[in-house]
């Protein structure tokens, strides 16, 4: 629009603004136009409707773009100047306080350390609420009739003095309220300008309960009879010896370890790295993106492993699991297992229950652990299938390669058959089903010896074994 009202506007602000900053010594144009200069593009923004509303009331042809090309350059430069502006002056005045802190990295302060104590009577099985936004916490359950608080603050600041104050807005708040007893270490009193964190260690009940929540730093709880609750955006989670239900919900995590759990577990983390379940009662389900390894052992009833790409069932788990970012290993499996994934290489181990794989890519591996098979159904896209069978197994076989190699090692009743650019292996001797096929890649079925167990392996000259699986 050639006879626009902005460019007359501007000009009009600026020189309001130039003569301030003449008229009053204490004015700033800098500082003003740091923090408002997206008024500037709202007030461009309405001036164009208005004017193009102006043009449709006259019946006027509407222009095609409402802001040309050099006015989008325009705006982008005062955006990427106006910007700078506003983060320098920030910087210079965080400065002239001593007061710099990015992220984890606090510059031209000290830390100063401040201790803090308390307890209060309790209940034989309290609900204990803990809140403590940055640092680390330790609940340890014993057979005393009371809560007991030790540890310290840890407080960022240029100064001894500066501390001082922040120390006493942060209050150790240790309440109780019949069967409910709360803990707070109130940091948020602190403000946003310095950074603090409280470590503490908390002596409870053995019959408490125990629920967490936090913004930054790990929980620690043991040798309870109730529930475990955690809720945070990031933290490293610890818990052992629980009598109830565990519950952890979080962002981020670097850990998630959980042995000697009496109840259920509920797991949801975003981005989250390590997860270790050990010798859990009840019933188990993770939920969400971990990058690291997954470790279950020894689960009594169902677990379920729900991500992006990739989903477990698993009835029970008498052994060991191990989920990385491009394997899976199953050993002593103690109940039925559904796996699908997108890609991934899976080894099966030591099982006498049913089995059904699902992989758009990967390599599967299938070791039974006796002569007393179970269905399995074995599917991938892309990728190679092995099954190791005891000599003496019942089964109904049926594998096919769409597109590869298929090996018949094991001998009769099997027989192979090349098909197309691919072939089968197709026997049966009266046991359960067992259907494996590779749309690109190699299918064998191959002999071993004996009855393979973890409790019990039998070892025959010159026959597969299973790999060993080391416990870590």
């Known amino acids: 629009m050639r006879h626009s009202l902005i460019w007359p506007l501007v000009l009009i602000g600026l020189g309001g603004v130039m003569l301030a900053h003449n008229l009053r010594v204490d004015f700033s144009f800098?500082?003003?136009?740091?923090?408002?200069?997206?008024?500037?593009?709202?007030?461009?923004?309405?001036?164009r409707l208005v004017e193009i509303g102006i043009l449709a009331a006259q019946g006027k042809a509407l222009p095609r773009r409402g802001i040309s090309g050099g006015e989008w350059a325009v705006v982008i430069l005062i955006s990427i100047l106006a910007s700078s502006i506003w983060f320098a002056s920030e910087t210079r005045e965080r400065l002239r306080a001593g007061r710099i802190n990015l992220g984890n990295l606090a510059i031209f302060q000290e830390t100063f350390e401040y201790p803090l104590s308390g307890k209060i009577a309790s209940p034989v099985a309290p609900r204990i609420l803990v809140e403590n936004r940055r640092g680390n916490v330790r609940l340890v359950g014993g057979e005393q009739n009371e809560v007991v608080v030790t540890g310290h603050h840890s407080i960022m600041g240029e100064n001894r003095a500066v501390a001082d104050r922040v120390g006493e807005k942060m209050r150790l708040e240790l309440a109780g309220q019949g069967d409910r007893i709360v803990i707070r270490t109130n940091q948020e009193q602190a403000g946003g300008e310095y950074r603090v964190?409280?470590?503490?260690?908390v002596r409870i009940p053995r019959g408490a309960s125990v629920e967490c929540r936090g913004t930054r730093g790990d929980f620690d709880v043991s040798q309870i009879n109730g529930n475990f609750e955690v809720i945070s955006d990031n933290a490293g989670v610890r818990g052992k010896d629980i009598g109830g239900n565990v519950r952890v919900e979080v962002r981020r995590s670097d850990i998630v370890r959980l042995a000697q759990v009496k109840g259920n577990v509920d797991v949801k983390g975003n981005r989250g790295e390590d997860l270790e379940l050990e010798d859990i009662a009840g019933v188990?389900?993770?939920?969400g993106q971990f990058t690291g390894d997954l470790e279950f052992r020894r689960i009594a009833k169902a677990m379920r492993f729900n991500s992006e790409r990739t989903n477990l069932t698993i009835e029970k788990l008498e052994g060991r699991a191990r989920l990385s970012d491009g394997d899976f290993e199953v050993e002593g499996l103690g109940g039925a297992m559904r796996f699908s994934s997108r890609s991934k290489d899976i080894r099966v181990s030591d099982f006498g229950h049913p089995v059904q794989i699902e992989l758009e890519r990967g390599d599967i591996e299938l070791w039974p652990g006796g002569a007393a098979l179970a269905p399995i159904v074995a599917n991938t896209s892309s990728g190679s299938v092995t099954l190791h069978l005891p000599e003496d197994a019942k089964f109904d076989l049926n594998a096919i390669s769409r597109r590869g190699e298929v090996e018949n090692l094991y001998g009769p009743p099997l027989e192979r058959r090349e098909e197309n650019r691919g072939g089968t292996i197709r026997g049966a001797n009266g046991g359960p089903r067992i259907a494996l096929s590779t749309g690109r890649g190699t299918v064998t079925v191959q002999k071993t010896a004996g009855q393979m167990s973890r409790k019990n392996e039998v070892t025959v000259p010159g026959a597969a074994k299973p790999p060993a699986v080391v416990e870590r």
């Not at 800098?30 to 001036?47: N, S, T």
């Open 197 to 201: 964190e409280s470590d503490i260690e």
């Open 284 to 287: 188990v389900v993770v939920e």
């Open 30 to 47: 800098w500082r003003l136009l740091g923090d408002y200069w997206p008024y500037v593009l709202i007030l461009w923004g309405l001036v």
